[in-house]
């Protein structure tokens, strides 16, 4: 870079301030401190400034000035991702996105809603069942986490494996580039010409645009979701079941698995009536029309007991239903009510490999002397193990990363990947070599140039540079280590 | 079942030596697809088999050369499917063709394309490196999603030699609902239906009749039926009572057909358009002589036409146009895309194939 393309913090401020409100160009540390991490507050840095423009041609001349600048840029929508994505660069500028609340439209007849890209995952739901629709993708966090978060993220939730992830029900997005320039990728119709740049924006975190607008698909509320509870004795009868239910032809709108420690957190916690004795327990949802839920309901319920569970419950009022589902939806925050801390994983297995890599998991367990809680997406194969640690006792927190760490390279070892829904991030950079070889991660740092040849949006998230790849295999044995 | 990949990679290497252009080819049943392009042949109809299939995970994997037949019977025997009903031009048809030129049949609104239903992609690139995006499992959000960029991009960005593909039960029930109705109110009520909850699988219109396809649970489909069968909708009456298939003509004959494109009206020798537009579009000047599938998304005419005035009439519908098959196929046969997009494109093109060697100018000119 050439000195007369630097410049200093307050020169960049008041550049921003010449088309931003003052009091939303933040650059003091306190002002700046909420900014310092997203949803894993493990990883924080203090940014060099935050600025929330409130239109999108203020959000183009802030690109533009970074870019001129070679300043590095990180799109924010909630700040609630999992995988430190969203953690600012002590060079540069967060973008918030947070001003952007607006529902541009909903068109009932078309099953569209055009969204600007801070707009709630829930609130998209809420507006929409007037027209008795809703939007599919329902991650956990969806009462805080934005559509912006969620085109970055490709997050997905509970009911993905009927309705899809944030991919599949995206329509079009417009976008700024690095440069500033308006885009838009998709259209009002299910495919466009050319290359499908709507799937290579879904789960790019922010490192090759920032999205300024989202056009979703929107879906019919089914007429009746039902939910069936069954507790089991061992974890491989459970995961039988998973099978039985897909191979009777099934597609379960949710199919939720907990572990014993996962259970009775739990249970702790919201009361569900979840059976605390048993070692496994399964929530499969089935929704669709009275007649379809009906007929489905009785063949999983018969399922359950024929490979064994120990107790079988169905939802017979909605109430009911939300009560199963709140000890599921609370499994993360119930856990932490029985540690100091934990620290969630989210590696993607065959769904077949499920009870070992359960044992594997409990052999880590007594070697790092960590205890972990597993809450599975056992239709789609995600698992999120739940590592309980105390951060204040020292070098725990290290030991705690590092049996993370070992369980991707199960993940990926057994044939799933990494990451399923909380993406990259800074977080996973270091597994992204497990998962891929030099030339793959190549190529993407080479798609990754084609959109940012300077490299400024979101800088060192994501991809690992090829660099930075040599130095973690110096350090990291690539072999997945199993504790007999 | 023949593992190729090995020689296909030392044919992409040679090529790339001499610097010559390689036109990637499988089965050849869609080479009319795409501007006509020359290079020499890069077959992958020998690249054979289904690597890997396990019902319960509802996943397939298949070297690129494998027949949709050869994929579709293996399923079949376990009461499964490809729920975006890839299009057959002819049974030499390809899992790796299919991806490629993006073909999903008249499920597509409701069960996804194939775009969709991609889990991962072994590719070769430009530079003969053999590279594997994705995997076999449901969710992956490590690294860009390379798999889906392949669909529709026309094999410019490599050799794609095996897919892993999510696969799904076949409904246990299906019925067939048909109205008479011009096109106009067809657009509209079609995209009615569709906001129902109920198991709507396809909805086509085709020369003043209206064809609604209902898959799912035996009791769903036969409640639905049931339902709006007879029903008077909206303008008292106007759109007149829904009948039942089996009294009027053979409905798995005529979704097959459509799948496959055997349908009299594909059956000319003028140009045919596609639009992929706004479900609810009105195209007027078009509507009535054209066949509307996929619950309005997508418009077939047939019929000599000025490419200008078809892209300025897709972009008013919400979406865009190519020149699907016959016509001037050396000029631009996709939509024009705007420069910046172009220079995207060029870039990515060039991130996997710096020396411009597969398909060279099949899907635009300047590619």
């Known amino acids: 870079m050439s000195a007369a393309n630097k410049i200093n913090k307050d020169e960049l401020c008041k550049l921003f301030r010449c088309f931003i409100a003052p009091q939303y160009v933040i650059s003091d540390a306190e002002t700046l401190k909420p900014y310092e991490c997203d949803g894993l507050s493990m990883y924080c840095e203090m940014p060099l400034v935050v600025v929330l423009p409130e239109t999108v041609t203020q959000v183009q001349e802030v690109l533009r000035i970074c870019h001129r600048y070679t300043i590095p840029v990180v799109a924010r929508g909630a700040g609630t991702g999992l995988c430190a994505g969203a953690m600012p660069n002590a060079q540069g500028v967060v973008l918030s996105l947070a001003k952007f609340k607006n529902i541009i439209e909903i068109n009932p007849l078309t099953r569209t809603a055009r969204l600007q890209p801070g707009v709630r995952n829930l609130a998209i739901s809420e507006a929409a069942a007037e027209y008795g629709l809703y939007y599919g993708p329902d991650p956990s966090s969806q009462i805080a986490c934005t559509i912006g978060g969620n085109v970055a993220e490709n997050s997905g939730g509970v009911h993905c494996l009927k309705y899809g992830l944030t991919v599949h029900n995206v329509l079009s997005i417009e976008m700024l580039t690095v440069e500033g320039e308006k885009i838009t990728l998709g259209s009002d119709g299910l495919d466009s010409c050319g290359f499908d740049l709507l799937a290579l924006i879904n789960g790019s975190e922010g490192l090759l645009g920032v999205v300024t607008e989202v056009q979703v698909k929107l879906l019919p509320i089914p007429e009746k979701a039902r939910v069936v509870m069954a507790g089991f004795d061992n974890v491989q009868q459970a995961g039988d079941s998973v099978s039985g239910i897909i191979a009777s032809g099934i597609i379960p709108a949710g199919l939720e698995m907990m572990d014993s420690h996962a259970i009775s957190a739990a249970e702790d916690f919201a009361k569900a009536g979840y059976p605390k004795d048993a070692k496994a327990l399964l929530l499969c949802e089935v929704d669709g029309t009275s007649e379809e839920v009906q007929e489905h309901i009785e063949k999983v319920e018969k399922l359950f007991h024929s490979f064994g569970a120990t107790s079988v419950r169905t939802s017979q009022t909605e109430a009911e239903r939300a009560l199963l589902w709140k000890g599921r939806k609370c499994a993360f925050p119930a856990v932490g009510r029985i540690s100091p801390d934990y620290y969630c994983m989210d590696g993607t297995i065959p769904r077949g490999q499920l009870a070992h890599v359960l044992t594997e998991m409990q052999k880590m367990s007594d070697h790092y002397q960590l205890r972990v809680a597993n809450v599975f997406h056992a239709g789609d194969g995600n698992l999120h193990p739940l590592i309980l640690f105390d951060a204040n006792i020292p070098g725990e927190f290290e030991r705690t990363e590092e049996f993370g760490g070992k369980i991707l390279e199960l993940c990926v070892a057994v044939g799933g990947c990494i990451t399923g829904e909380h993406g990259v991030g800074i977080e996973k950079i270091r597994q992204m070599f497990i998962q891929f070889t030099e030339q793959e991660l190549l190529q993407f740092t080479t798609i990754k140039e084609a959109f940012d040849p300077l490299g400024t949006l979101n800088p060192g998230k994501g991809i690992p540079t090829l660099r930075r790849c040599q130095e973690y295999r110096s350090i990291e044995p690539k072999k997945v280590t199993t504790h007999d | ?367």
């Open chain 2, 1 to 367: 079942m023949t593992d190729l990949s090995k020689e296909l990679q030392q044919q992409v290497l040679t090529a790339r030596d001499e610097k010559r252009a390689l036109s990637i080819i499988g089965g050849g049943s869609k080479s009319f697809m795409g501007r006509e392009t020359s290079g020499s042949r890069l077959d992958l109809s020998g690249h054979t088999g289904i690597v890997n299939y396990h019902p319960v995970e509802l996943v397939m994997t298949a070297r690129a050369g494998t027949p949709i037949t050869e994929i579709e019977a293996a399923l079949a025997e376990n009461n499964q499917m490809l729920a975006f009903e890839p299009p057959r031009f002819s049974d030499a048809a390809t899992i790796g063709g299919t991806l490629a030129c993006n073909q999903s049949g008249p499920s597509r609104p409701w069960s996804g394309s194939v775009r969709d239903h991609v889990l991962g992609v072994r590719l070769i690139n430009g530079l003969g490196e053999h590279l594997k995006f994705g995997g076999q499992v449901m969710k992956n959000v490590a690294g860009y999603d390379v798999s889906r960029l392949q669909a529709g991009a026309m094999g410019s960005l490599g050799v794609i030699t095996e897919v892993s593909l999510k696969v799904l039960p076949k409904p246990a029930a299906t019925k067939t609902l048909v109205w008479d109705m011009d096109a106009q109110a067809a657009i509209t009520f079609m995209n009615q239906l569709s906001a129902r909850p109920k198991p709507v699988s396809a909805a086509c219109w085709l020369e003043g009749r209206l064809y609604v396809r209902l898959s799912g649970a035996l009791s769903a489909v036969e409640a639905t039926v049931q339902e709006w069968q007879g029903k008077e909708w909206q303008g008292k009456g106007a759109f007149g009572s829904g009948s039942l298939d089996s009294d009027v003509f053979d409905s798995e004959k005529f979704w097959e057909q459509l799948r496959h494109q055997k349908l009299d009206f594909f059956n000319q020798a003028l140009p045919l358009w596609r639009l992929s537009v706004n479900s609810t579009a009105q195209i007027a000047s078009l509507d009535s002589e054209s066949l509307i599938d996929w619950g309005g998304a997508q418009r077939w005419y047939r019929g000599e036409a000025d490419k200008t005035r078809m892209e300025s009439l897709a972009t008013e519908a919400g979406g865009q146009v190519s020149l699907f098959a016959g016509g001037d196929r050396c000029s631009e046969v996709m939509h024009n895309a705007p420069v910046v997009l172009q220079t995207i494109q060029k870039r990515i093109k060039d991130s996997f194939d710096p020396d411009g060697i597969f398909n060279p100018g099949r899907l635009y000119s300047w590619m």
